[in-house]
């Protein structure tokens, strides 16, 4: 899909870039091989993964229903006006868009690469106004029944890619996505059937809120890694950046008294620790992996040791930050369901849209982006129309950690308002994971990181409920799908061609 | 370090023809002399830079005929080493005194009193030596020696990981999965340990062979995916790590791993037929899993300098396309280096399972894993090199626990002065610019090693 098509320099700002996957495209996306030999993989993969599906939720279904509680998501206070207002706008743009798609078909031309994924969100969200002018309070479904129908679902698709690979066609993406999104239901009604209680519910705005919660450092730190990788430096750093953030975040906001002034501060620290890797891996030529590895365990280790020698010995001046409250956005923070989780975040949350809108922006639709691309996939060429690689690189990298050292800001200023040890907790890493099975694109990345948010937080659900999945199967889920993105057996996802290797002059 | 390597692949090719920054004038900085030897080392910006710099190491051989032996010392490797620890001791110095409040109260009459100064910034390190070495306050010689012992046991499984680590890099892949590895080591070593009852002898040897098994699976994965599908080892170890920790997790909750009547997710203790014995009798931890660790250094050593299976891991390492040219099957020796070296790690996790904790629990791999990253390096990946860099990371933790307990300062400062040697360690030019003695700057070299000298006895005291 994105990555997929791209030639090594020179690109098109744009043309060579997957716009918007959805997030069932980028979880199995994969049937969009270019080349011509038509391969087994998407078949077969949908075909055991179809078998997997029908064995848990046909045969391994709970006779119970399955609730997902809406009222809770539902501020009681909101105007219906915006409720009515959503699905007014959703409608308009559904079929506006949804007409661009059949007329484009129709012309027999391609058909622009934003419009599929704009029209399944526009009919997502009028969906979800439907259920908020409804007041509908609960939604529960018999999840024997749905089980079995997701199964047969599932093996219609499997076959149907099957069916396409023995005529040589190639599967479409579509396919891939469909079952994403089928296999997903599916999974979500046995899940939630298969709790202690007699009538077992999840409140379904508590589980998209705290998705999208969890996912704000992951995503700061997938998109410092989109940006230095984007230029050819490896960045395994994002842990130590995400952690020195959320350490001088905390000291800075305490002693200043200023929640602001903690969060510039996390951005300076970030970009500390980044200045060190540049430092090392391009002045001094140092492998980048090593140099990342080694500064996440320096700053593991340095902000263990502070924390142990002054910030408990003294937390009142030193560990006790205030909070950055979370702001409504009038009339958007109404709109049913979406609203809340979408528009009542704090700062941290609302510069993470922004970042990513302005790094796809910046990579993809500036001559910086084209440029910055041009370093990391051919330095050589890029030197040759004189543009400065190291400089670029440096740069890059630098405003990488800066960007990490906000997301660290996250877990001091927003999740909990005091330092402890370790606290980002490998989330660096998951972030790379995330930056990985994004396809090194900030749209890619973002939705992988909110994917890996709905793992994380519907692990911590389920512990809750009760599952018959023990819950470290789903934390396991970010890093079992990474290795098969890498891997390859869900689409490609390549790295850019010069990342990771040192450029030298001449 | 001390062993004597056969000549690297890479190096076998003459390049002893003068270099642009031999001609250049003195003052010049050593950017260009570097970038022709990571121009060699990528293959002309073909694959990234090796673990350990082998320019360096070519750099030092090259000198053999024109420096004199005092300039090679103090240009060459070990002097790099060394001075990477003097530093990385001293800017921990520095970060302790910083934030220790005792320092702040005797600075303030430093010029009345200079000894209380010096006694508490050099108080933490006497601890650490204390605690890894040799215990001076110990009441009898069992007291005095505790703490070499210590020094042993934790070093053991540093030593194995560690090992694992540097063959990968030898092979010019980078293993950061030794974390998992060790985790399915220790879980298929303990399985057999307990569950299974054989008489003794052999017990043990099977617990070995299920341990090599389980790091080999868990290593062999990633070869394999690296070998077929080109996937990145660094991004499929960590991820390895984590699935291998919550499988982990996973299975000490089941009823076939967790002990009987307990609550807690840990393991049964293994039978006494599968643990190692123990070396100096029952009041020392130490046991018979660090004979194992030699004999794993000298095996690591042979397979890497005496067999062919090591020359084509190093050629491989060198150069990929160029070892596929000359007929090695690169996607095989992939595959066979990380199912060796994830045996390793996976020794390192018998070591943990059947030596030191005799059951197995979620941490039984604590930071095994990442340290050894730190250790290979330290080692320069070369078999005993990680042998010594593992037994001197093992004082670090052995004494930094003595440490803590006696004068309050964090474990955690270990932490912070290992990554620190590592940094120094894979930044020679780093290193040499700080203290000035920079191999290419050929008039002012008798100076810079006099610097140098003096810096190195100057931070020795610090210390």
């Given at each position: 899909m994105s990555a997929t098509t791209q030639s090594p320099a020179g690109k098109q700002p744009g043309t060579g870039e997957g716009t918007g996957n959805t997030p069932g495209a980028s979880r199995a996306g994969g049937p969009a091989s270019?080349?011509?030999?038509?391969?087994?993989?998407?078949?077969?993969?949908?075909?055991?993964?179809?078998?997997?599906?029908?064995?848990?939720?046909?045969?391994?279904?709970?006779?119970?229903?399955?609730?997902?509680?809406?009222?809770?998501?539902?501020?009681?206070?909101?105007?219906?006006?915006?409720?009515?207002?959503?699905?007014?706008?959703?409608?308009?743009?559904?079929?506006?868009?949804?007409?661009?798609?059949?007329?484009?078909?129709?012309?027999?031309?391609?058909?622009?690469?934003?419009?599929?994924?704009?029209?399944?969100?526009?009919?997502?969200?009028?969906?979800?106004?439907?259920?908020?002018?409804?007041?509908?309070?609960?939604?529960?479904?018999?999840?024997?029944?749905?089980?079995?129908?997701?199964?047969?679902?599932?093996?219609?698709?499997?076959?149907?890619?099957?069916?396409?690979?023995?005529?040589?066609?190639?599967?479409?993406?579509?396919?891939?996505?469909?079952?994403?999104?089928?296999?997903?239901?599916?999974?979500?009604?046995?899940?939630?059937?298969?709790?202690?209680?007699?009538?077992?519910?999840?409140?379904?705005?508590?589980?998209?809120?705290?998705?999208?919660?969890?996912?704000?450092?992951?995503?700061?730190?997938?998109?410092?890694?989109?940006?230095?990788?984007?230029?050819?430096?490896?960045?395994?750093?994002?842990?130590?950046?995400?952690?020195?953030?959320?350490?001088?975040?905390?000291?800075?906001?305490?002693?200043?008294?200023?929640?602001?002034?903690?969060?510039?501060?996390?951005?300076?620290?970030?970009?500390?620790?980044?200045?060190?890797?540049?430092?090392?891996?391009?002045?001094?030529?140092?492998?980048?992996?090593?140099?990342?590895?080694?500064?996440?365990?320096?700053?593991?280790?340095?902000?263990?040791?502070?924390?142990?020698?002054?910030?408990?010995?003294?937390?009142?001046?030193?560990?006790?930050?205030?909070?950055?409250?979370?702001?409504?956005?009038?009339?958007?923070?109404?709109?049913?369901?979406?609203?809340?989780?979408?528009?009542?975040?704090?700062?941290?949350?609302?510069?993470?849209?922004?970042?990513?809108?302005?790094?796809?922006?910046?990579?993809?639709?500036?001559?910086?982006?084209?440029?910055?691309?041009?370093?990391?996939?051919?330095?050589?060429?890029?030197?040759?129309?004189?543009?400065?690689?190291?400089?670029?690189?440096?740069?890059?990298?630098?405003?990488?950690?800066?960007?990490?050292?906000?997301?660290?800001?996250?877990?001091?200023?927003?999740?909990?308002?005091?330092?402890?040890?370790?606290?980002?907790?490998?989330?660096?890493?998951?972030?790379?994971?995330?930056?990985?099975?994004?396809?090194?694109?900030?749209?890619?990345?973002?939705?992988?990181?909110?994917?890996?948010?709905?793992?994380?937080?519907?692990?911590?659900?389920?512990?809750?409920?009760?599952?018959?999945?023990?819950?470290?199967?789903?934390?396991?889920?970010?890093?079992?799908?990474?290795?098969?993105?890498?891997?390859?057996?869900?689409?490609?996802?390549?790295?850019?061609?010069?990342?990771?290797?040192?450029?030298?002059?001449? | 370090m001390s062993e004597k390597t056969t000549p690297e692949p890479q190096a076998t090719s003459p390049d002893d023809s003068p270099e642009p920054a031999d001609i250049r004038e003195p003052g010049g900085t050593t950017s260009e002399a570097m970038a022709s030897d990571v121009v060699l080392d990528t293959a002309g910006g073909q694959m990234p830079p090796s673990a350990v710099p082998a320019a360096t190491l070519r750099r030092g051989r090259d000198q053999d005929g024109n420096g004199s032996v005092l300039h090679q010392i103090f240009t060459g490797n070990a002097m790099v080493s060394v001075l990477s620890v003097l530093l990385a001791i001293v800017l921990g110095g520095i970060l302790m005194a910083v934030t220790n409040p005792k320092v702040a109260v005797t600075a303030g009459y430093f010029f009345a009193q200079p000894g209380d100064l010096l006694t508490e910034v050099i108080r933490p390190y006497t601890a650490l030596v204390q605690g890894s070495i040799f215990n001076w306050a110990g009441a009898d010689l069992a007291a005095q020696l505790y703490p070499i012992t210590e020094t042993l046991t934790v070093a053991t499984p540093l030593i194995c990981a560690g090992l694992g680590v540097a063959l990968a890099f030898r092979a010019g892949l980078f293993n950061i999965g030794a974390q998992g590895q060790i985790i399915f080591g220790a879980l298929f070593g303990a399985y057999v340990g307990f569950a299974w009852h054989l008489p003794i002898g052999l017990h043990l040897l099977v617990v070995i062979l299920a341990g090599l098994v389980g790091g080999a699976v868990w290593g062999g994965v990633v070869g394999l995916l690296k070998a077929r599908t080109g996937a990145h080892e660094v991004i499929v170890t960590i991820m390895l790590n984590y699935i291998a920790n919550f499988l982990l997790l996973f299975l000490l909750t089941t009823p076939a791993f967790q002990r009987k009547g307990s609550t807690n997710p840990i393991s049964p203790f293994l039978d006494s037929t599968a643990l190692f014995p123990e070396l100096l009798g029952p009041q020392f931890r130490l046991h018979a899993g660090f004979l194992v660790a030699i004999a794993a250094t000298a095996f690591v050593w042979w397979l890497l300098n005496r067999s062919t299976i090591g020359f084509e891991f190093r050629a491989v390492g060198a150069n990929p396309s160029a070892a596929r040219t000359a007929g090695i099957n690169v996607a095989r020796s992939t595959i066979l280096v990380m199912a060796i070296a994830g045996a390793l790690a996976g020794l390192a996790g018998v070591a943990q399972v059947s030596g030191t904790e005799k059951y197995l629990s979620g941490g039984v791999a604590a930071s095994i894993g990442f340290d050894a990253i730190t250790v290979a390096l330290l080692g320069r990946s070369t078999p005993w090199g990680t042998f010594f860099a593992g037994l001197l990371f093992g004082a670090f933790r052995a004494g930094g626990v003595a440490m803590q307990a006696q004068t309050q300062t964090p474990i955690d400062i270990v932490l912070v002065i290992q990554s620190l040697i590592v940094l120094f360690i894979a930044a020679p030019p780093l290193v040499r610019a700080i203290f000035g003695l920079n191999p290419r700057k050929k008039k002012t070299t008798t100076s810079g090693t006099a610097g140098s000298r003096t810096s190195g006895i100057k931070s020795g005291a610090a210390a």
């Open positions: 270019t080349t011509e030999l038509v391969s087994w993989k998407a078949g077969i993969g949908l075909g055991l993964l179809a078998l997997l599906g029908t064995l848990l939720f046909g045969f391994l279904a709970n006779p119970k229903s399955a609730g997902f509680r809406i009222a809770e998501a539902r501020d009681p206070n909101a105007s219906s006006t915006a409720a009515w207002v959503t699905l007014a706008v959703a409608l308009a743009a559904a079929a506006y868009v949804g007409y661009r798609w059949l007329s484009q078909r129709r012309e027999g031309g391609g058909v622009d690469r934003w419009i599929p994924a704009t029209t399944i969100s526009a009919v997502v969200v009028l969906g979800l106004a439907a259920l908020g002018v409804a007041r509908v309070e609960k939604i529960t479904v018999p999840s024997m029944a749905l089980g079995w129908i997701c199964s047969v679902l599932l093996l219609a698709l499997a076959g149907y890619a099957c069916f396409l690979t023995v005529q040589r066609r190639r599967t479409p993406g579509w396919v891939g996505g469909v079952f994403a999104v089928v296999f997903l239901v599916g999974f979500m009604i046995w899940i939630v059937a298969g709790g202690r209680d007699p009538e077992p519910s999840i409140s379904l705005g508590g589980l998209l809120a705290g998705a999208v919660t969890l996912a704000v450092p992951l995503v700061f730190g997938s998109l410092s890694g989109v940006l230095c990788e984007r230029a050819g430096v490896v960045n395994i750093a994002i842990e130590g950046q995400l952690l020195l953030g959320a350490f001088s975040a905390a000291v800075v906001a305490t002693m200043t008294g200023n929640v602001y002034v903690g969060l510039i501060s996390a951005a300076v620290a970030g970009a500390l620790v980044s200045l060190v890797l540049a430092l090392v891996s391009i002045k001094y030529l140092v492998n980048q992996i090593i140099v990342g590895v080694v500064l996440n365990v320096l700053i593991s280790g340095l902000t263990s040791f502070l924390f142990s020698t002054l910030l408990t010995a003294d937390p009142e001046h030193l560990n006790k930050p205030g909070r950055l409250q979370a702001v409504d956005i009038p009339f958007l923070s109404d709109i049913p369901i979406i609203g809340p989780i979408l528009f009542r975040q704090s700062l941290v949350g609302y510069l993470m849209y922004v970042a990513v809108i302005v790094v796809y922006v910046g990579l993809f639709h500036t001559k910086w982006g084209l440029r910055v691309r041009a370093v990391g996939e051919h330095p050589q060429a890029a030197d040759t129309v004189g543009i400065n690689v190291n400089r670029t690189r440096f740069i890059n990298v630098l405003m990488g950690g800066a960007i990490a050292g906000i997301g660290g800001s996250f877990f001091t200023l927003v999740s909990v308002d005091a330092f402890s040890k370790d606290m980002s907790g490998g989330r660096g890493y998951i972030a790379l994971a995330a930056m990985i099975f994004g396809r090194w694109n900030p749209i890619g990345a973002f939705l992988a990181a909110l994917l890996f948010g709905f793992a994380d937080n519907l692990q911590s659900i389920i512990t809750i409920i009760g599952s018959p999945v023990p819950s470290q199967f789903m934390a396991m889920l970010p890093y079992a799908l990474t290795v098969i993105a890498v891997a390859g057996l869900v689409g490609r996802s390549r790295p850019p061609a010069a990342d990771g290797i040192p450029y030298v002059k001449g | -």
